[in-house]
């Protein structure tokens, strides 16, 4: 199973940027998230979402600013960013568990699948 994380890029305060992960696997059940990480800083969950769409988490950083959204026909998962703050510049990673991970959304074990990071940069 690959993913192929794309769509980051530098973007000044208060923009948006749509990041995809497409990924070569095909799954009954699965948990799609994403993670970044900033320089020098641990790798942090940003957002997480169930295969069939109706669960979704969201760090309390990102809340009300990111949205996760999924495309199960073509195995996508979306991460659409808006009102982006410096604070917000990392290396973006997907991540795919092949099951739902219940409570463990957060921790960056449950997930067996990572793409390669994308870079986000906010900054005027």
């Known amino acids: 199973v690959q993913l192929q994380a794309s769509g980051g890029g530098l973007v000044q305060p208060g923009g948006s940027l749509r990041l995809s992960c497409a990924t070569s696997g095909q799954f009954s059940s699965w948990t799609m998230a994403w993670f970044r990480q900033a320089p020098g800083k ?3 969950f940003v957002a997480a979402i169930k ?3 109706d669960t979704k988490y969201y760090a309390e950083s990102v809340k009300g600013r990111f949205t996760i959204s999924r495309d199960n ?7 659409h960013m808006s009102m982006l703050k410096p604070e917000d510049t990392a290396v973006y990673f997907c991540a795919v568990a092949p099951t739902w991970v219940g409570n463990d959304y957060t921790q960056s074990t449950p997930y067996r699948y990572w793409g390669q990071g994308t870079q986000v940069t906010v900054s005027s």
């Open 73 to 79: 026909d073509k195995n996508t998962a979306d991460l």
């Open 42 to 44: 641990e790798r942090d």
């Open 51 to 53: 295969w069939n769409g």
